[in-house]
């Protein structure tokens, strides 16, 4: 059964770092590339960044190119979601993702069929 549980959300200031973590189970976590999403209140479900089952490549949003980083750990079958210089745009919950298929990298969220159940990311002013 594949399980993605997100950790690491919270509240903070604008301009501060915050580091999400994704712990997954269930699945050759070496065989699928993993990514975040995020969708805010009154928004749709947006593509944040990806990292492939290899740690080869890596893909963001322009939003949060140079600041996010994606990074995975195959040891502890973690991905995490580094985010520095936050500021109130980033405020939305984020999810943690799983693409469908092996050896497939992809940024748009119909490639992905697990999701976790997300953690709320809140940045104030």
């Known amino acids: 059964q594949v399980q993605l549980e997100e950790f690491g959300g919270g509240l903070m200031q604008a301009g501060a770092s915050l580091r999400l973590a994704c712990a997954a189970s269930?699945?050759?976590?070496?065989?699928?590339?993993m990514a975040w999403f995020r969708q805010a209140p009154g928004k749709s479900r947006e593509f944040v960044a990806a990292v492939d089952w290899a740690s080869r490549r890596v893909a963001y949003a322009d939003s949060v190119t140079g600041r996010f980083t994606i990074s995975r750990d195959d040891a502890k079958n973690s991905v995490y979601l580094q985010m520095n210089s936050l500021n109130p745009e980033d405020t939305a919950v984020y999810y943690c993702?799983?693409?469908?298929?092996?050896?497939?990298?992809?940024?748009?969220?119909?490639?992905?069929?697990?999701w976790g159940r997300g953690t709320q990311v809140t940045v104030s002013t």
């Open positions: 269930g699945f050759v976590f070496t065989d699928f590339s």
């Open positions: 993702a799983r693409a469908r298929d092996v050896f497939a990298f992809h940024e748009n969220a119909a490639a992905y069929n697990y």
